[in-house]
Structures are given as C-alpha cells and as structure tokens.
C-alpha cells in the first residue's frame, strides 16, 4: 500500500514527526510512504520560508536508517503552484531533488487561500473556473509528477454552497485531462476528503472515470496526513473505488521514475478511519 502524501513537522501545519508517522504507516500495512511537506512560494502564505530543504534530506535519511528494512521512505515535495510564483517554483524544482513531487493549487486569483470565505459572495462558478485554470497550468508545466487533490475547493466550500457537481465543470476537465496524458502527469487520490466535509476522495468516482475515458491511467494514492491516526487511511476504499472505474495500476516512484503496479498485488491496509 502506498500513501504518498504525508506531512511532517517540515510543513507548517504539521507537528507530527517522521518516526511516529513511519511507524504508524508500518502497523497499518503501508508499505511505501512519501513525506511530501509544503513548500509555499505565495509570499502571502504562512508557511513562506518555512521549508527547509537540507534538514528535511537529513531527516530523511535518519528514517530511512531506523525504518527503511521495514518501509520504504521516498523523498517528496507538496509544490504550491500558481502563475504568479511559476517561477520560484521552476528555480526550487532545479536546485533540489525528490522521488517524487506533488504539484497542489491552494489559492485563488486573488491571492487568497481558498478556504469558506473565498466563497463569499461568488458562485460555485467563480470559484472553479480559475481554480481548473490553474490547475491545467500546474499540468502543463510538466514539473509535476502528480497533481494534488483535483477538486479541493469542494472541501472547503460552506454549508451555502455545497451544491458541487463536477458534471458542471467537466468541460474544464477535458482540457486538463488531455494535458496529462500527453505530458505523462498523475492525478493522486487524496483521501482527506472521506474523513472530513465533503465525505468523498477529492476527486471522486465520476471524475476518476471520466478521466479513464479520455485516455488516463496514472493515479497516485495519498491520505494527505497531519495526524498518526490518518496515515494509511482510506486507501482500501480507494483502491476498490479505482478498480471499480477501470484504473488497474497505481503509481510507485524512486528518483522521479514512475513504476506501475498492479492494484491486485497491493492489500488493504490493516486500520485507520475512512
């Protein structure tokens, strides 16, 4: 089982550290975890500079001396992307290396985080449609090796406005899923959805088979975990969910190298919530 989407106490919103989250993926079967902490470029994030690149390599390394003959312990980023830091990112994806990196977008067209009072006096519409542009020029980049939670604003979208419909936005879909087949980019499954409001993976079922449709085959799983308890969860759900949408294979990484696996070869995990 893989969960590639972890944070640690190198993310800012995190003060778990990498031992209790490896010994918590082991006794729940995970077998392959990525430590993927954000790395925030919007200068109006609170976690701007808080990354720091060379101790989280030394953490790193100190895990994988404790844990690696029981786990494996891949090298990740959470990338924050938007058009007006592109290139800040593309200088810290230069200068550094990882197994593997995710690339999220967090905020919206006016610099804001899109948490519930990004939703004030706009639409579900006004909200997405910036939000999927942003997210096709993450795709098309290529400097991703997946893109985080597709749909995120849905998870934080207040009571007034939890009428999501992906149906409503998939013409912004199609474009963003033909730029991933042809530039080889994953979509993850984050399951931090199931276990909070919008109680469903971000994206869900009817995203994931429309992607299927139009050629897709690369997924990643992540619990997006802050808390011992997450890690590992919800990936059994997962795994039958993409069986059940035609995606036969999830993606491993070592050194930015994908390598499928078949989904009938992983087994559920042992416990943790949906």
């Known amino acids: 089982m893989f969960d590639h989407h972890v944070h640690s106490t190198f993310s800012i919103d995190c003060r778990v550290p990498m031992d209790l989250s490896c010994q918590a993926a082991i006794a729940a ?13 919007e200068p109006a994030d609170p976690g701007h500079g808080f990354y720091r690149y060379e101790a989280y390599r ?8 404790r844990f690696g003959d029981r786990l494996t312990i891949l090298t990740g980023a959470e990338v924050d ?39 004030t006096g706009r639409s579900l519409d006004d909200v997405f449609r910036p939000y999927f ?12 090796d997946s893109i985080g939670h ?6 934080y979208a207040p009571g007034t406005h939890r009428t999501y419909d992906p149906l409503a936005f998939r013409d912004l ?29 971000m994206p869900g079922p009817a995203v994931v088979r429309w992607y299927v449709e139009a050629g897709g085959r690369l997924v ?15 990936l059994g759900t ?14 491993s990484f070592r050194g930015r190298t994908r390598t499928p696996v078949p989904i009938s070869q992983l087994v559920p995990v042992a416990h943790g919530p949906a």
């Open 29 to 41: 079967g995970v077998t392959e975890i990525a430590f993927t902490d954000h790395v925030d470029h």
């Open 238 to 251: 997962t795994l039958a969910m993409l069986g059940l949408c035609g995606i036969a294979e999830v993606q």
């Open 173 to 201: 879909l199609r474009p963003i899923f033909a730029a991933m087949v042809a530039r080889g980019v994953a979509f993850e499954i984050n399951t931090s959805g199931m276990r909070q409001v919008p109680r469903t993976s």
């Open 58 to 65: 030394a953490a790193i390394e100190d895990a994988r001396r």
């Open 150 to 155: 597709l749909d995120l604003p849905k998870r």
């Open 133 to 144: 542009a942003d997210v096709l020029a993450a795709v098309e980049t290529g400097w991703f």
């Open 81 to 119: 992307f938007n058009p007006r830091i592109s290139a800040q990112v593309e200088a810290f994806l230069a200068s550094t290396e990882f197994d593997f990196v995710i690339g999220s977008v967090h905020y919206d067209l006016d610099g804001e985080l899109i948490y519930p009072r990004t939703f």
């Open 220 to 234: 990643t799983t992540g619990t997006d975990s802050h808390a011992v308890r997450t890690v590992g969860a919800g």
